[in-house]
């Protein structure tokens, strides 16, 4: 596999997790109908981690479509650089996701 599949992997794997989450979720729902039925919370954990999993889908296809037009925030190594964080001394740093450089921005 080539890094740019890896990263893709990487890129869904809280999806994928979700996903899961949400499928088991929905198993044991009809396990829990009954008259000492807790509520209906349960009912809707599988539907809520759904669209959890749909948000986080979005959000990574968003992500890998930014960095494949190169509109985001990239490192030369061609790795999308996360969320900007202050530094010690007022500098703004991310961290690249896919070889973990840390660069440095601002002063
Ligand atoms: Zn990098």
Redesign the pocket.
Same mark, same amino acid.
């Given at each position: 596999m080539q890094r740019w599949d890896w990263s893709a992997a990487r890129a869904y794997l809280p999806t994928a997790l979700t996903l899961a989450t949400a499928f088991l979720a929905s198993l044991r729902v009809p396990a829990l109908q009954g008259p000492m039925r807790a509520g209906a919370p349960v009912d809707w954990a599988p539907c809520l981690l759904f669209a959890l999993a749909c948000l986080l889908g979005i959000g990574a296809t968003r992500r890998l479509w930014r960095r494949r037009q190169a509109v985001g925030l990239l490192?030369? %190594? =061609?790795?999308l650089l996360g969320a900007e964080r202050m530094g010690r001394r007022g500098s703004r740093t991310s961290v690249?996701r896919? %070889? =973990?450089?840390e660069w440095r921005r601002g002063s």
């Open positions: 490192c030369p %190594c =061609g790795g690249c896919a %070889c =973990g450089r």
